[in-house]
């Protein structure tokens, strides 16, 4: 209905041509603007806000369903509250503690908005809307939520705030906040034409409308206004089909290609719960500036300031986020406790390349708690191991991700396969030693009595003096952007290969045994089914899934619950890390992780310059 619009009704109108008009979805996007759009609806007929004339929606909304389509809607309702969603959906949720109950809730819109015009309203309607919700619900508080382009100063509104705050029961919401559990907690929704009474519907409020709507006069809502003679009676299930399955187009967000509405439901979804798992502000610290960009990405919905000096924990307003224990002394010495503290580590499925050679991470995991490495104390991921309740959907979830990964041979870094490793044949039992950096936080604070790549091998050899024993140094270490560890050089002495240019996955399919300190290869083989010896005491150890030879009894006291490994898998890469998308820069699924690393993988190598960077970059 803008200018640009009306100017094609005319085009089309002289040169006997049909017309399309074009508008955002119900399900739009994460942000407001420029942002791509999840949905778009394409109308030959009128547009769907505007009640004077006809439209296609109001065409679909008349059309009776099936049985099979009345499920579907049933199913997208519970969707769409499950997942908390709207419209837009960057906005924190609002601090429902702070808000007085019961209350109704008035919607405010944007001045001069095309749907109030066209949905046969005016400013008038507003001020009717608000003294009638007043008047009527006088046990019931008045919640105004404003419109976010209000409450931005970026457009007017239709009250004035300073007046609605100076009178009694009236509760203004003039932060920018996402709607779906105001609505949720409502005892009802007054608006005006805004699509929250479409939204408020679903959530199976009463819906008190001063407008006409899209949604209104089909015997769903309490109208002010007359419906045209049009509309008649509808089930919910109608106009939820109409709505969100008929009406709308809708565009996968990671690949661009046309898709349902679960399909953006679930994403929009899964954005919203990322979003909203840590506080609004956050102080990043000690972060390279490569990794900053990243850092935004993982926590998305935050808004996070770097610095360079720690301030001193009194004078902090925000939670600090670092990297693993890299600043634990600096921060224990400014009076951080842990509580206070969010680390960040690289993800089990990270990416095509090192992380010391600056390749971008897939996943990372964002701990609240502790850190999955820190043997020393619980982590969100123990916590999870030790209280998580597995469903069935989730353990068959935890399989299809566990078969993916082992069959198509994805580890943490996916490296580019060299060549590969043949067994001899007269080998009878292969034991696999992965080494690994031994100034690395996961010795520091995983390890037990054995604290070195060597002391690893010399206590294997000695518990297996005839096997075949492989020695596979760390990939940081190959490549030079780690020193070796003690004595490291003598490994040859202890065993019978050092594999260097051989992908972990390619030995991990011929070999009998693992034995490592606290390597994650010990995780990627317990996927593989391969039998696996601790000597330290990684996050996988003390689950009933492992030989644990140096667990420290207050860690064994602390995890003394055995899990089958889909149920390990379902805690490790479903529920702890976060996954950004290399494609969208926004928060993806395991699955999508893995399907990303398959196709990255199969790119050219064009990093040869960011590895010689990254080399550079630590040479003393």
Not at 441 to 468: C, E, F, M
Request: proline share 6%.
């Amino acid at each position: 209905m803008k200018r640009s619009g009306e100017r094609a009704r005319r085009l089309a109108h002289r040169h006997r041509r049909p017309c399309w008009l074009l508008e955002d979805g119900f399900l739009r996007s994460i942000e407001p603007g420029a942002v791509p759009a999840c949905s778009i609806v394409v109308d030959d007929e009128g547009i769907y806000y505007d009640a004077r004339h006809p439209s296609r929606l109001e065409r679909l909304i008349a059309t009776p369903v099936s049985d099979s389509q009345v499920v579907r809607a049933q199913r997208l309702i519970a969707q769409w509250r499950q997942g908390m969603v709207s419209k837009y959906n960057h906005a924190p949720d609002p601090d429902m503690s702070a808000i007085p109950s019961p209350y109704v809730l008035v919607v405010d819109q944007t001045a001069g908005d095309a749907s109030i015009a066209s949905g046969c309203a005016g400013a008038k309607s507003f001020h009717e809307m608000l003294e009638d919700a007043w008047n009527s619900h006088p046990e019931c508080y008045v919640v105004v939520k404003m419109h976010p382009e209000v409450v931005q100063g970026r457009k007017a509104g239709h009250f004035n705030v300073d007046v609605l705050r100076n009178r009694p029961r009236i509760y203004v919401m003039a932060d920018d906040v996402h709607p779906a559990a105001l609505v949720a907690s409502a005892q009802a929704v007054y608006t005006v034409t805004s699509q929250l009474g479409f939204e408020a519907l679903l959530w199976h409020k009463p819906v008190h409308v001063y407008g006409m709507p899209f949604y209104a006069g089909w015997g769903l809502t309490h109208d002010r206004l007359t419906a045209p003679d049009r509309r008649e009676t509808v089930s919910l299930a109608q106009l939820v089909h109409a709505c969100l399955v008929d009406y709308p187009q809708y565009f996968d967000p990671e690949s661009g290609a046309r898709c349902d509405a679960e399909t953006v439901l679930s994403w929009l979804a899964l954005q919203r719960q990322q979003r909203q798992r840590f506080p609004s502000r956050l102080v990043a610290y000690g972060f390279s500036r490569w990794k900053r960009r990243f850092v935004r990405e993982f926590l998305a919905g935050s808004d996070v300031t770097f610095i360079d000096r720690l301030p001193s924990r009194n004078t902090a307003s925000a939670p600090v986020v670092t990297w693993g224990h890299k600043h634990s002394r600096e921060l224990r010495k400014h009076g951080y406790a842990d509580s206070t503290v969010l680390r960040i580590e690289d993800g089990f499925v990270r990416s095509v390349g090192l992380g010391a050679e600056f390749t971008r991470p897939l996943s990372w995991v964002v701990d609240p708690e502790g850190i999955y490495y820190d043997a020393s104390q619980p982590s969100t991921l123990e916590n999870l191991l030790n209280f998580a309740q597995f469903d069935s959907e989730t353990i068959a979830r935890a399989a299809r991700l566990r078969d993916a990964i082992v069959g198509k041979g994805i580890t943490k870094y996916n490296l580019p396969q060299a060549r590969r490793w043949q067994r001899p044949p007269d080998a009878k039992h292969v034991v696999l030693v992965p080494g690994q950096v031994e100034t690395d936080a996961a010795i520091t604070y995983g390890a037990s009595y054995l604290r070195s790549n060597l002391s690893l091998l010399k206590t294997v050899r000695q518990r297996h003096p005839d096997a075949w024993l492989l020695y596979k140094p760390h990939p940081d270490v190959v490549a030079g952007l780690r020193d070796q560890g003690t004595d490291e050089g003598q490994a040859h002495e202890w065993c019978d290969e050092i594999l260097t240019e051989i992908p972990i996955q390619t030995l991990l399919d011929q070999v009998d045994e693992v034995h490592v300190l606290t390597s994650l290869a010990g995780f990627e083989a317990l996927l593989r089914g391969i039998p696996v010896t601790t000597w330290g005491q990684p996050f996988y150890a003390g689950w009933g899934l492992t030989t644990d030879m140096a667990l420290a009894p207050e860690v064994a006291g602390r995890r003394n619950r055995k899990l089958s490994i889909d149920e390990l898998v379902a805690a490790t890469l479903l529920m702890y890390p976060t996954y950004v998308s290399r494609q969208t820069g926004r928060y993806c699924t395991a699955e999508r992780a893995v399907q990303e690393l398959l196709e990255w993988r199969g790119t050219p190598d064009v990093n040869f310059l960011r590895r010689v960077i990254a080399r550079l970059a630590r040479k003393p």
